[in-house]
């Protein structure tokens, strides 16, 4: 199909927010949205499988383009057929640009108009890249979402540096489209632009409509979570949000809690992706419809009990509290492994129920009842 | 059933090496022998999960009872419903008496008639076992094999002391045996006895004739590789093994690597277990028909086959040496899944072939045959 054509099918809507739900149209089949997705940086998500990924229920995952790139090279893994081939995960596969890991944990980075240059986080080597060559690594990965890239600016940019920095992304969205459609046909993969412009409400709505005249198939909304107060987090997702249209899907990065998930779902977000689920699992904090579980805590040492009495995912159907908490201490692969498997499978039962609740209408009662479980829960 | 009604079933026997196989017959299930014995140290097999380990097809699996009575204690495994009920293995446990990890990891130990008192390596907290106690705790683990508390002595010990640590450890079986009989009848987990008497010929065959005399339900051979040179340990293992009878399943620590299971076999050896399957996966070393492959091998970055071609296990069928290599590269844990299931799943699958060998006649040229191959093999 022509590269251009729309992905996004909206389904529901709410009528008391923005929430939603649709379906993304992709390669590897559709997503249902509003959409958890796990990050599998180095096309993998940390200790667990891609079958478990599939018992779970997900239909796409992300991987880092900055990573791959780096190591083992975007090269060997277009030689293995991908990052399906490589990996083996027959879902579908989100990359970033890299250009938040180039800002964000490279040792030395220098923008121009043209691209950017910076060195390697692991070995200090030098490297290049243009908007064309990062729509070029991706195309490699033959990932089904790639990002355009993007210049990502701090929260304290004045406003001179901020205009600066999105002129070069939307010039940098125009170069990465052209390169896009120059793809060869059997790369479907859709590009994503992205919203950028600080915490500058005129430089976001310049943003969102230079997105929306070069016309990417989604939009993200990028440059949030940069170390600003949650104060204004929120109000310029809700604000960026708000701007964007109906027929495109909208991605924000970074999301991965219960509470900021359903603000994002909140304000009509239908993609998010975020690392602190697998993290914080393998460091012993696990979700619960109460509340964040410390599974180290010494009154879990004798609780036969699961994680979670009302959740049905399979570690939560086999495994007590006291044995969970014994792998933790000793340090057990095993216990990576399972708690990762629970949050992933606690966010995804979350979403099915967030899209049923939309689907009824009911999502701000659905949203207002578990925070305030989650947050008034002691566990 | 009487605890110490016969557990073996001898089936086949070589007729040109003392190779058998047979059947023990435990409280969870029955076991095919020869069979190698996974290690689970704290109740796990380190990196992967119990369905795993079925699917593979193991019988039976090892924890520590030296690990497990310092963290997280035997009564709260007892609680949990012994090892299985805390851990979800519904196969069998066979557990260590500790005696071995006293030896081995305590800061401190004091062996006398009445027992063996030692700090752990944990918290330098002082401990005392006996074999009476060690029996105990390992019916509240509910362990299906439970062994003797025996002492180990070292490879340069003078006849004299070997003498000594012999005479305590036949008291000890003797004591052993007093203890489990007496626990309770729910309790259904057989001891085995331990053979030792360091390289001396005449304290072996002692041994061996004292725990005869007592008559416990197994029989393992102890105090090997504890330093030895190989064709000492090849020399006792075979002269030890030769005095023991034919209707007791005969179980050697220790063992895991092909050729040192083929030669336990040829000797007569029905089970035993190892830490370097796993350990060694981990650490990217990998089984094969034609040798270890060291997976982070530069010639592997762009190798898209398998670990092993002829290896039908989940990982060879989806997963390429490129892959695997870039997640060792990574230290992906899912690199320690993959790695372990595989080597776990090659020893399995080379046990059914041993056993359909020395089923039909030919262990002897099997045996020839597998070690040509994996001796000459470049990897």
């Known amino acids: 199909m022509p590269k251009t054509d729309s992905i996004f099918t909206q389904i529901h809507r709410d009528s008391a927010s923005r929430a939603r739900t649709g379906i993304i149209h992709l390669p590897h089949g559709d997503v249902q949205t509003p959409a958890f997705m796990p990050v599998g940086t180095n096309a993998t998500v940390k ?12 239909e796409i995952i992300l991987a880092n383009t900055y990573h791959l790139y780096l190591r083992p090279g975007t090269d060997i893994i277009e030689q293995a057929g ?13 990359t970033d640009s890299g250009g938040y890991q180039v800002f964000s944990l490279a ?10 240059k910076f060195r390697s986080h692991i070995d200090g080597s030098s490297h290049f890249l243009t908007p064309e060559s990062v729509v070029g690594l991706q195309a490699q990965l033959n990932s089904d979402i790639q990002m355009q890239l993007d210049v990502c600016t701090g929260y304290d940019t004045e406003w001179k540096k901020a205009r600066e920095a999105l002129d070069i992304t939307i010039d940098w969205t125009r170069r990465a489209k052209r390169a896009w459609l120059e793809t060869k046909d059997e790369y ?3 590009l994503f632009g992205i919203v950028q412009g600080n915490f500058y409400h005129d430089l976001r709505k310049e943003s969102v409509d230079a997105l929306l005249e070069i016309d990417t198939p989604g939009i993200a909304i990028g440059g949030l979570s940069v170390g600003e107060p949650q104060e204004i987090y929120r109000e ?24 900021y998930i359903l603000d994002a779902v909140y304000h009509g977000i239908d993609i998010f992706d975020c690392v602190l689920p697998t993290r914080n699992a393998r460091n012993g904090s696990l979700f619960t419809r109460d509340g964040q579980l410390s599974i180290k805590r010494e009154s879990n040492t004798r609780d036969f009990g699961p994680i979670d009495p009302s959740c049905t995912c399979r570690v939560c159907r086999d495994y007590s509290r006291a044995y969970l908490r014994h792998l933790y201490k000793q340090d057990e692969i095993l216990f990576s492994m399972l708690a990762t498997f629970h949050n992933l499978a606690f966010l995804h039962t979350m979403m099915g129920e967030v899209r049923t609740a939309i689907a009824q209408g009911t999502f701000t009662e659905y949203r207002n009842q578990f925070m305030k479980r989650i947050t008034g829960g002691v566990s």
């Open 236 to 259: 310029f997702l809700e604000s960026t949000a708000e701007l964007l249209p109906d027929d495109k899907p909208r991605y924000v990065m970074g999301i991965g809690t219960p509470d």
């Open 188 to 190: 479907q993969g859709k």
């Open 82 to 94: 991908g990052l399906h081939g490589f990996s083996g995960w027959k879902g579908n596969f989100l």
């Open 47 to 58: 200790a667990v499988t891609k079958e478990w990924l599939e018992e779970i229920g997900f």
């Open 107 to 116: 040792d030395f980075r220098k923008i121009t108009r043209e691209g950017v």
